[in-house]
């Protein structure tokens, strides 16, 4: 019998980014689209001895009946005050409580309040003598390890534990480490800038023992290290999988590393342009996207039969409120399907939170609002309410069914887009069930560009043209953005409300500036 009862939790996120695709999983019948890789690990290093359960709120409830010995809470930014809720309940009920993740790690003084322990970085040379701790009644309030696990090989990840038929992905990571130091990326300050590659056999026999065959790699740069990359992508050849990535968009570069990935299962790579403003990407550190033609390299991205998921940020002290258009006109003329538009936002840790404010540009602002379809800010050319208003008229126009059709009826008609990919454990009765959806809600639909898609994309997929999966995927979730981001424009008022609060105009307006600021270049 086990000993000690271990209740592991990933708190829920109350305003969720809408590139989360919460309305795309819901319409194939899920709860999530993923759940954190890091409570299935810390499950995987912890002895026998105890009794384990993990509790996702996007899923579960995380209050349960009996009451752990030791509850363990992962932190990020958004989640941090629903994490500090449900610590302050467990501990009210007599469970040891251990905090970790990077907000926990970033603000010891302020999590430690609302835990016994905090577990800063890394968990994995740590967890042991956390355990051990708590067993002999000595836990300490920090547990700090000054250096990083060599992450060579890894455990399996306890994915037994949670109800993965609830889940659309779930997530694999080959590295960790990012050379670059962009000053709003929190991932250098947590991981550090050192690379540490995993053996690739350990990598492909945790892919291969994945109980969902579709997942997404954390590495903030999968192909970084190109020989690395190409080793571990042709050893995957063959697994019946599909995957998401995020990479440089020097990734276009290779030809071969292209191929690899496409017959590895890859499906979309995020990348990170952040701005088409070239003083904004000076200013934010990002200089390997300078001197780049974005559009070539997307057009070679695609026509290897891999959809490009661009990111943009918007609030640099550079910026003026027509990046935006900017941005806008960029994923129409460049045919990307879906990308990821937001706010900059200072996350605690990063080098821009550490000089917003030096410069007294952060206020006192709810943590749950920071995922980046709120201004968190006081942004240098624009108000906050400018900014906001601005950025959802963007969302709405871009993800409207005329643009989207446009986009991806110009993606697909060339051919590239016509091969049928893995099943990726996908099985007959959901398919029938997504193919039922697609006709229902397109083909019938009022929207005229949304029956246009429908009938025009499967044209292409009887000329030959287009797979049918590729077409029933890409139609389904370009519905689910678009939900999602009806659904902020409902909160419109109210959101604006909240931001009216704290917006007192343009940084320059204020006449607030510090001895000395001036407009990084």
Known sequence: MPEYFLLLIKPTQKYKHYSIQTELAKSLGKKATNTSLALPLIAALTPEKYKIKIADEDIESVFIEDTPDIVGITTTTPIANRAFEIADEYRKRGSKV???GPYASFNYNEAIEHADAIVIGEAE??????????????????????????????????????????????????????PFSCEFCIATEFLGRRM?????????????????????????????????????????????????CQSSIDVADDPELLKAMYDAGCRFVLVGFESLNSNSIKETNKKQNLKINYKNQIKRIHNAGIYVYGSFIVGFDNDELDELENIHNFVNEA???????????????????????????????????????????????????????????TLQEAYSFKEMYHRTYNLFKDGKFNKKRVDAGVSFLLKLKTMFQLIRRFKFAKDPYKRKMFNDFFALARQGKLAMSEMISMALMLEGVNKNINKMAKNKQGFLEIIAENDKGSWKDMNLCSPGYHIPK
């Open 196 to 244: 540490r590659f995993r053996d690739i056999d350990d990598v492909v026999n945790e892919i291969k023992a994945l109980p969902v065959k579709n997942f997404f790699f954390a590495d903030d740069n999968l192909t970084i290290n190109k020989k690395y990359a190409l080793k571990l992508l042709r050893k995957m050849k063959g697994l019946d999988v599909t995957w998401l």
């Open 335 to 393: 045919n990307i399907p879906v990308f990821m538009l937001s706010m900059l936002t200072a996350a605690f840790g990063t080098k821009l939170y550490d000089r917003l404010s030096k410069e007294g540009r952060i206020y006192n602002f709810n943590t749950e609002l920071t995922s980046g379809i709120f201004p968190m800010m006081h942004y240098n050319n624009f108000s906050q309410t400018d900014l906001y208003t601005r950025y959802l008229e």
């Open 98 to 100: 251990i905090l970790g």
């Open 125 to 178: 040379n740590q967890w042991e003598q956390v355990l051990s701790d708590f067993e002999s009644g000595n836990l300490k309030n920090k547990y700090t390890s000054y250096e990083k696990p060599e992450f060579k090989k890894m455990h399996l990840p306890r994915w037994d534990l949670i109800d993965t038929s609830t889940i659309l992905s779930l997530t694999v990571q080959a590295s960790r480490g990012c």
